[in-house]
C-alpha cells in the first residue's frame, strides 16, 4: 500500500509559479510509476506529467516547456515544477503511484490561477 500526501497548491497569478510536492510513506524505488493528473469539474483527469518504469518521462502538450517532474529519492518525493501559469492550468491536481498493480491517488491539491 501507498500514501501519498500532497502540498504546494495555491492561488498564484497568470504567469506565475509553483510548486507542488506528493511525499510518499514508502521508498518511491518500489513504485513502478508515479506522477500528477489534474482534474476540473465535470470533466475526467488527466495526466500531467509522469515518470513511467525506465526513466521515461511524459508530458501533456499544454504543459511542455512550462511544467517540470521530478524527485528526490531519498526523500520519497515527487515534485511538479509549475511555470508561466495559465488560468486554464487551474484544477485540483493530485499524485498519483502506482504499484503491485493498484494505482493509488493522493487527497488533491487545489491552483488557481487567477489575476
Known amino acids: 500500500q501507498v500514501r501519498l500526501v500532497e502540498s504546494g497548491g495555491g492561488l498564484v497569478q497568470p504567469g506565475g509559479s509553483l510548486r507542488l510536492s506528493c511525499a510518499a510513506s514508502r521508498s518511491i524505488f518500489s513504485i513502478t510509476a508515479m506522477g500528477w493528473h489534474r482534474q476540473t469539474p465535470g470533466n475526467q483527469r488527466e495526466l500531467v506529467a509522469g515518470f513511467r518504469s525506465g526513466g521515461v518521462t511524459d508530458y501533456a502538450d499544454s504543459v511542455k516547456g512550462r511544467f517540470t517532474i521530478s524527485r528526490d529519492n531519498a526523500k520519497n518525493t515527487v515534485y511538479l515544477q509549475m511555470n508561466m501559469l495559465k488560468p486554464e492550468d487551474t484544477a485540483v491536481y493530485y499524485c498519483?503511484?502506482?504499484?503491485?498493480?493498484?494505482?493509488?491517488w493522493g487527497q488533491g491539491v487545489q491552483v488557481t490561477v487567477s489575476s
Open positions: 498519483n503511484a502506482d504499484f503491485t498493480g493498484r494505482r493509488y
